[in-house]
Structures are given as structure tokens and as C-alpha cells.
């Protein structure tokens, strides 16, 4: 599975944090994975790989594509753009010490990227529980060598690219981003966009804000 992610995306570093295994449940899968619902699954797996570690070489040359996109009339393009127009004039030590003033600094960084800080205002309190077993039904794990809790930003995004990847059901990736996401992950955006650290971020931000905001439209026409 880790190997069919990377190259239906070709965005993905090595260090995924979660690995699927198979489950009982036919009901929970669809159809074939459509064009529109392998690029929604490219848009979270660079979100993902964006939000885990700083970007790389590759990752940074792909996103400086983005710049060549039209906008349109809508966020999503506007903000693809944006975002191509500042990973091509970034430098990636920048982009590292960036980073790292955002989400890791001494003892921490600007932002917690995290649901349950979000939900709660504390770290590993009970939506961390819900989303483990909810995981666990689904057939996903956390692998052994990963210490971050599961309710990291780029692993909820990594999460949502399976299931897509994987097929699930419309209503099995909606009740997960709903359950696990639409609470708090517009906000998350919003601050990175404020952040006083933020540069290229910015750009990051705006585009998961304008992404999510699809997303909860894409929902709302499955219905």
C-alpha cells in the first residue's frame, strides 16, 4: 500500500505513519477510484508531506509547478497558484528553520498541530481515544517506530488519502473528516496563515484552508 500511495501521488517521503491491513467490511468500499477522487488524494498526501517534516528538493520543485495553474474564479485555483508562486522562490534551509519555528521550537513551536489540542486545549485527552479506535476499525495502525499520537494534522491528512486511495465508501471518508477533521482543521489553517513565523506557510495555509472548504462542499453533493 505504501508503495501504490507514492506512486499514485509521487509526493510522499518514505516515513509514513500509518500502514492499512485489510478488513471485513465490503460496504465500506466504492467503486474504482475516480480521476476527481485521486487528485482530492493528491491534495491531502502533499498536505500531508508538507505538514510532516520540511520539504525536500522534489517535493518543493512539484509544488513550484502549482504556479503555472490558472486562477479562476475560485479559492482552490487562487490559492494553488499562491502556493506555486512561493515554493518557487523559497530555499529549503529557510524553509527547515521555518518549520521548525512553526511546529517545533524549544519545547514548542508557534502552532500544536494536533486535533485534540484543538478540541480541548490539552494534548491526548479523549477525541485521541475516539480517533484510535476509529483507526482500528478501519484496518489502519500506527507503525512502531512513529511516537507522535495519531492526531496529528499530516496524519489525519495521510489517513484521508488512504481511504480515498483504498476506495472507502464516500460516506466512510465523510464521517471520518466530519468525526475527525471539520471541527477544528479550518482553524488550524487560519493560524498557520497568521503566524507570525510563517512565510511559505502562509502559502500552505491558504491552500488547506481553501481545500477543506471544498472538501465540506464535495460532502455535501455525495449526499
Known amino acids: 500500500m505504501k508503495e501504490s500511495m507514492q506512486t499514485q501521488t509521487e509526493l510522499l517521503p518514505d516515513n509514513e505513519d500509518f500502514s492499512s491491513a485489510l478488513i ?14 485521486q487528485h482530492r488524494s493528491a491534495a491531502y498526501s ?44 523559497s530555499k529549503l534551509d529557510v524553509l527547515d528553520d521555518e518549520f521548525h519555528a512553526l511546529f517545533i521550537g524549544l519545547g514548542r513551536g508557534e502552532l500544536v498541530p494536533f486535533g485534540t489540542w484543538y478540541q480541548t486545549g490539552f494534548l491526548m485527552e479523549r477525541p485521541l481515544g475516539i480517533l484510535r479506535e476509529d483507526l482500528k476499525k478501519l ?32 460516506g466512510v471518508q465523510q464521517n471520518f ?37 471544498f472538501e465540506e462542499r464535495y460532502f455535501s453533493m455525495q449526499a
Open 24 to 37: 471485513a467490511e465490503p460496504e465500506m468500499y466504492s467503486a474504482p477510484v475516480s480521476d476527481e477522487d
Open 46 to 89: 502533499l498536505l500531508a508531506a508538507l505538514l510532516r517534516q520540511p520539504p525536500d528538493t522534489e517535493i518543493l520543485q512539484h509544488v513550484g509547478q502549482f504556479a503555472e495553474v490558472q486562477p479562476e474564479n475560485d479559492d482552490l485555483s487562487i490559492a494553488m497558484n499562491m502556493l506555486g508562486l512561493s515554493a518557487s522562490s
Open 139 to 170: 484496518g489502519y495502525e500506527r507503525d512502531d517506530g512513529v511516537h507522535e499520537p495519531e492526531d496529528h494534522i499530516a496524519a489525519l491528512c495521510e489517513v484521508m488519502a488512504m481511504l480515498i486511495l483504498d476506495g472507502r465508501s464516500h
Open 177 to 213: 473528516f466530519n468525526v475527525h477533521l471539520q471541527s477544528w482543521v479550518s482553524k488550524f489553517f487560519n493560524d498557520l496563515v497568521n503566524a507570525d513565523n510563517a512565510s511559505f506557510y502562509r502559502s500552505v495555509g491558504r491552500f488547506g484552508l481553501a481545500f477543506s472548504a
